[in-house]
């Protein structure tokens, strides 16, 4: 894969407003897109949730986040090792089977298929509205696109994950209107610690509406936000 920095992106700094992160940038304090996303969860997501937290019990539930957290972003430093060219290495227990989720994403999502990379772990905000980070941007087999990499503790169903593609849809709005590109396109590249690795591609007519969801969502907690 090849870099064309075709772009200049911004620098922030992340901060928490009543519990929720937000993007410094500039002048602007933005809400980002994961706040958004978990604001405006559904009542039948929140009780899926809920459900499972009563069955493992809090703690044990804590404890999973915070260990495929952890895990997610040693693995996230090593995929950008590999594409910057820099390197990463983590010797811990943790960090091996991050390697090992790391190097499956590379060689079975990105070595042969990103043809050009315009940024890696970047900033993307639209004025006035969002922001957030996303893992990599650039040209996806022949098309512009957003790619995420996501840890998982278990193979997913494409109708499960359907945030994810909302969340890579935000990411593309922001780009497309900041920079005035045409991305419709994003890439899940996705591994659990079993190295069961998972490719979903959203494109054209499918990511719109993923984009009218995205703004639906936006308006849903611009609305909450004004009635507080």
């Known amino acids: 894969m090849k870099w064309n920095k075709r772009f200049e992106y911004p620098a922030s700094i992340r901060s928490l407003i009543n519990d929720q992160r937000h993007y410094d940038i500039g002048e602007e304090k933005l809400p980002s897109v994961t ?3 978990q604001a405006t969860q559904s009542p039948e997501k929140r009780a899926i949730l809920a459900k499972w937290k009563q069955k493992v019990g809090e703690t044990k539930a804590e404890s999973i986040k915070n260990e495929a957290g952890n895990r997610g972003t040693i693995m996230h430093r090593i995929i950008e090792g590999y594409i910057t060219g820099e390197g990463h290495a983590d010797l811990s227990d943790m960090g091996q089977a991050a390697g090992t989720m790391a ?3 590379y060689k079975e ?3 042969g298929s990103m043809d050009e990379v315009w940024g890696s772990e ?3 905000y639209y004025p006035g509205l969002y922001a957030g980070a996303t893992d990599l941007v650039g040209i996806y087999e022949g098309r512009e696109a957003i790619i995420d990499f996501k840890q998982s503790n278990k193979p997913k169903k494409r109708e499960w994950i359907e945030d994810y593609f909302t969340q890579m849809a935000a990411y593309a709005m ?5 920079y005035n590109t045409e991305i419709q ?3 899940i590249l996705m591994c659990t610690p079993g190295n069961y690795f998972q490719k979903f591609i959203v494109k054209d007519k499918e990511f719109q509406q993923y984009m009218w969801k995205w703004v639906s969502r936006v308006d849903q907690f611009c609305n909450n936000c004004n009635t507080l």
């Open 122 to 124: 970047i900033t993307l």
């Open 185 to 187: 396109s994003g890439v």
């Open 174 to 178: 922001a780009h497309n209107h900041v």
């Open 109 to 111: 999502g990105l070595k």
């Open 103 to 105: 190097q499956t994403i």
């Open 35 to 37: 706040t958004i996303l």
